[in-house]
């Protein structure tokens, strides 16, 4: 289940996820929970059990 949450963020700052966004093909939401996931992964925080959204439903499609 997804929750929905307010983030404040300095107006150049979302800029540039807008920019990354963009040039990756993301929303500006996928592109802010790539950076996430990512920076779990690094932390060693992420779940090993956790799939980032999109990629279970691709991986279920390549099974068909």
């Known amino acids: 289940m997804r ?3 307010v983030l404040r ?3 150049e700052k979302l800029e540039a996820v807008e920019k990354w966004a963009a040039d990756e093909f ?3 939401n996928g592109q802010l929970e ?3 996931d990512q920076a779990l992964k690094k932390a060693g ?3 090993k059990s956790y799939k980032p ?3 279970e439903d691709m ?3 390549n099974d068909s």
């Open 53 to 55: 959204s999109g990629e």
């Open 34 to 36: 790539w950076i996430i």
């Open 59 to 61: 991986n279920n499609a």
């Open 9 to 11: 963020i300095d107006p």
């Open 26 to 28: 993301r929303s500006i």
């Open 3 to 5: 929750k929905s949450f």
């Open 45 to 47: 925080r992420a779940k």
